[in-house]
């Protein structure tokens, strides 16, 4: 028997010899995603096998990646993605993909029927129309903010490609900041704020694993469900990058044991995040596809446009519609701009009508013939849009465009004009006139023409004020005015 | 309070000596299971070979690489290698095109960047001693209903074979499409919902081999299917750049990534090598006795045939090249992992292939680099694509 055992000490023995034994005991510090601090066990058990402690600082992914850009003093970094870094840097520090999370809805069970299979458009017209109150982290310093505003900005952009500053010239994201009720500085604040708010709102934007935990977190009077945008999908990768190089062995070390089954599988279930080894078995809530990327943009000034953007949510913005009611609108025309108001009250996408914005209609034929302001301050509201111009008469008394511009001038205050004429000037005051009696135009002019309108006047006037003219003899109303929708 | 004195005698209990702990059944029991499983261990590490390996002398050699990482990553590459005397530690450059880019390149033991045109770069940079031991085809990898929709266009045509897994693409028609604005979901009618536009998401033409000789295989398309020359260099270039905007900000390679749970998400269609996609398949036939249908491949019909080459800057660096070039099981291992051994050798990835009962693509006949331009008029053209922050490459 001892004999035996000695035996089998020696083959202890050398077996321990083929492993390194237990490395040095090391502590590494990490800029970090806000959200990471979800990792706490994970690195516990990080620290148990490999010796390796890692030390996060965390903050918001947007604010982190600015302060890489300028310099940092940390050993590695831990970011939800290292896109905003890119668009930043030339140098990208040496990166592993860790683990997968996309940014989602966490919608209340009550209101995901509506949103199940939803598209940015669908989830920004509810949100105009005060049917989606979220909560969402501030884009200037979270990644998961940052996300939702290219997601919402490139799919309204329509373009199929990614977002370039040329296509956010007009802003389209205020349908969609209409339902945001607060915002936290990064996904893991914002998650917090929810579970203290939750009766206030139907939804939170934030990551897939956040909702996830959220859910299994016991703090959910009603639970979330995952809503996944399908058109515009935002992954987040959250690779560790190797800031310094000196730390490299250590760093090794630790991507090593990350990309391990047992510790993908540990992240998976205790995270809620998917594993990047696809031979790891997901659990059930991580099996769902989900969805098309979209491209992301390619330069720093499109985020700062974004931002730009973000930061006049809230403010209540005004649009006077200056509308041709004589009677060459008969037919079809007249029909087209009821179906247009009809659209953009009910079911405009980016471009619904939105709570808290006031809408002047200026009715004119060679007189101004109505003016009618909506605040709207509730789905009545709109709904009394919809159906404002229905049963609005025609007149036979001419076509006065000048006059009636002159009119919207006057009450446009803040606002933007938008002019939908087909005809030509036959009465009141001559484009001349009109253009004297405003040298420096109060408000920037939208002019949609169909019909016998006269382009070469209209596009004056609209130049004049940094406007121009949309063609709606061509194409439908309502894709014209969408056009123009959001732009100032 | 006062104590509550006891009146009884404290009674010495006299126990037996207990048993030695080594003695005791709990313990001999699973001691016995466990240490036997560990000596039956041992022995099965001895005969292959490993557990001798710390009274050998191992040589730890450092390289760096981009994609190529995947191959000494791969367990049984370096259970040869380590047979052999070899550890290799790998830093991975995030790119090939960095590989040229980064000061102390020579300072490796060995670098193997993607393929022949970086490779060139450095080996007249900086020197160092070149192997070729593999080769293999620049493709598009595509989930299958994308790849339909292309057919239907007549953009893309299935070659023979019984899973249908390889297409040949007519490149000008494809390239083509993007420049023409057109989404995936105007191809199909009938399935697609992607509204994107179609192109072939590529890595970065400033950091990626893959991205680099892309970028060329579409300026060839969009030439009239001529090699652009420093006279037309920089006007291909303007005439693609479109293209190459459309992705935005490029994403890291997918060969990785699009063979997991959410590729769809990571890219519906884009750029690879062909050995990632044949490895894949391989691997999933060995595990669930068949191959997956649902991820294709898109062979460009003008294509390109990427020659990583191992540059050694040291006697440990050659050795690696040596056993590469040389060694039957590292060769036999290449071709499992989907590589073409191009002058390494004559055995082919058809026969591992055809061995397994997975159809053999065809690639296309050709020079490996009939359709790349010369390597300044390349960077003419990633120059005007742009956006390379790091400077041109090559």
Same mark, same amino acid.
């Given at each position: ?28 510090? #990490?800029?970090?995603?806000? /959200?990471?601090?979800?990792?706490? +066990? ?24 600015? %302060? ?62 005060? %049917? ?75 990551? /897939? ?71 790891? /078995? ?70 619904? $009508? ?5 809408? #002047? ?8 013939? /109505?003016?009618?302001? #909506? ?65 420096? +135009? +109060? ?6 023409? $169909?019909?016998?309108?006269? +382009? #070469? ?32 | 309070?006062?104590? @509550?004195?006891?009146?009884?005698? &404290? ?5 037996? *000596? ?81 590989? *040229? ?68 693409? @007519?490149? *000008? ?35 990626? !081999?893959?991205?680099?000789? !892309? =970028? ?51 890219? *519906? ?8 996609? =044949? ?5 999933? @036939? ?6 997956? &249908? ?94 390379? &922050?790091?400077?041109?490459? =090559?």
């Amino acid at each position: 028997m001892r004999a035996g055992l000695a035996a089998l000490s020696v083959a202890a023995l050398v077996l321990a010899g083929c492993t390194s034994g237990t490395p040095e005991p090391v502590t590494l510090t #990490v800029l970090a995603s806000s /959200e990471l601090a979800d990792l706490a +066990p994970v690195l516990a058990d990080l620290r148990r096998d490999t010796g390796v402690e890692l030390k996060l600082d965390r903050r918001g992914t947007v604010r982190a990646s600015d %302060e890489l850009a300028a310099g940092v003093d940390h050993d590695l970094a831990w970011l939800a993605t290292n896109r905003y870094l890119r668009l930043k840097s030339a140098d990208l520090p040496l990166s592993t993909s860790t683990m997968l999370s996309p940014l989602v809805l966490g919608v209340k069970q009550g209101q995901a029927d509506a949103l199940r299979g939803a598209s940015w458009a669908d989830v920004a017209g509810r949100a105009a129309a005060g %049917e989606l109150r979220f909560g969402m982290a501030d884009p200037r310093v979270s990644g998961s903010g940052m996300a939702a505003l290219i997601g919402v900005a490139t799919a309204a952009a329509g373009t199929g490609a990614a977002l370039r500053a040329e296509d956010v010239t007009c802003d389209k994201l205020q349908g969609f900041l209409t339902g945001r009720v607060f915002g936290a500085d990064g996904a893991a604040e914002v998650v917090d704020e929810y579970v203290k708010r939750q009766d206030e709102v139907d939804a939170v934007v934030t990551y /897939e694993s956040t909702v996830l935990s959220l859910n299994a977190s016991g703090q959910l009077r009603e639970p979330l469900e995952v809503v996944y945008p399908r058109d515009g999908i935002v992954l987040s990768d959250y690779p560790l990058m190797l800031l310094k190089p000196d730390k490299r062995a250590v760093y090794d070390r630790v991507v090593q044991w990350l990309r391990t089954p047992s510790a993908q599988r540990s992240i998976m279930e205790r995270t809620h995040r998917r594993p990047v080894d696809p031979q790891v /078995e997901r659990t059930d809530g991580l099996r769902e596809p989900i969805g098309t990327a979209l491209y992301f943009p390619g330069t720093q000034q499109v985020v700062d446009t974004l931002l730009a953007a973000y930061d006049r949510a809230g403010r209540s913005g005004r649009v006077v519609f200056v509308l041709d009611h004589s009677t060459s609108m008969a037919g079809a025309r007249i029909a087209g701009l009821r179906e247009a108001f009809a659209t953009l009250s009910r079911a405009g996408g980016f471009d619904r $009508f939105r709570l808290g914005e006031t809408v #002047v209609l200026v009715r004119f034929a060679g007189t101004v013939l /109505e003016e009618r302001s #909506v605040v709207i301050g509730s789905a009545a509201d709109l709904e009394g849009l919809a159906t404002a111009l229905t049963t609005a008469e025609l007149a036979e008394t001419g076509t006065a465009i000048w006059s009636a511009l002159d009119h919207a001038y006057r009450v446009v205050g803040e606002g933007t004009v938008v002019l939908m004429t087909d005809g030509e000037n036959n009465a009141g005051m001559s484009a001349d006139e009109f253009l004297a009696a405003w040298p420096a +135009p +109060p408000a920037r002019t939208y002019a949609i023409r $169909f019909g016998e309108a006269d +382009p #070469v006047e209209l596009d004056r006037v609209a130049r004049a004020t940094g406007g121009r003219v949309v063609d709606a003899t061509t194409g439908s109303l309502l894709e014209a005015v969408k056009e123009i929708r959001g732009c100032r | 309070m006062v104590a @509550k004195s006891s009146t009884e005698e &404290p009674a010495l209990v006299i126990l037996d *000596p207990p048993r030695s702990v080594f003695r005791r059944k709990r313990f001999l029991l699973p001691f016995g299971v466990s240490a036997g499983i560990a000596l039956v261990g041992a022995v099965a590490l001895f005969a292959s070979g490993v557990i001798a390996l710390p009274f050998q002398g191992i040589t730890i050699v450092r390289a760096m690489m981009a994609s190529k990482v995947e191959f000494f990553s791969d367990n049984e590459v370096r259970r040869i290698l380590m047979a052999n005397g070899v550890q290799v530690h790998l830093t991975d450059s995030g790119g090939s095109q960095e590989i *040229p880019r980064t000061e102390e390149a020579a300072a490796f033991d060995f670098v193997m960047p993607s393929g022949q045109l970086t490779a060139r770069q450095i080996h007249d940079k900086v020197g160092g001693t070149p192997f070729y031991p593999f080769t293999t085809p620049l493709v598009i990898a595509a989930f299958r209903d994308y790849a339909e929709a292309l057919d239907r266009q007549d953009v893309a045509d299935p070659q023979p074979g019984e899973d249908k897994l390889y297409y040949t693409l @007519k490149m *000008p028609e494809f390239v083509g499409l993007t420049l023409d604005g057109t989404t995936w979901k105007d191809l199909s009618e009938d399935g697609l919902t992607n509204a994107n536009r179609i192109i072939a998401q590529s890595p970065d033409p400033c950091r990626a !081999y893959s991205g680099a000789a !892309y =970028l060329a295989l579409v300026a060839f398309a969009a030439n009239g299917r001529n090699v652009p020359t420093a006279a037309d260099a920089k006007a291909v270039g303007a005439r693609i750049k479109p293209l190459f905007e459309v992705e935005g900000q490029f994403g890291a390679g997918i060969g990785r990534t699009f063979f997991g749970p959410d590729g769809r998400t990571f890219a *519906p269609v884009g750029v690879i090598y062909e050995h990632q996609y =044949l490895a894949y398949q391989i691997r999933t @036939k060995e595990r669930t006795g068949s191959v997956d &249908p649902d991820r294709v491949l898109l062979y460009p019909d003008a294509h390109h045939h990427a020659e990583p080459w191992l540059i050694a800057f040291s006697e440990a660096g050659e050795k690696v090249g040596r056993l590469l070039q040389e060694n039957t099981d590292l060769q036999r291992r290449a071709l499992e992992l989907g590589f073409r051994l191009g002058r390494a050798g004559s055995a082919s990835v058809g026969t591992v292939l055809t061995e397994r009962g997975i159809d053999v693509p065809d690639p296309g006949a050709g020079d490996t680099e009939a359709f790349l331009p010369k390597s300044e008029d390349l960077t003419t053209m990633i120059a005007e694509v742009g956006r390379c &922050p790091g400077g041109v490459p =090559l």
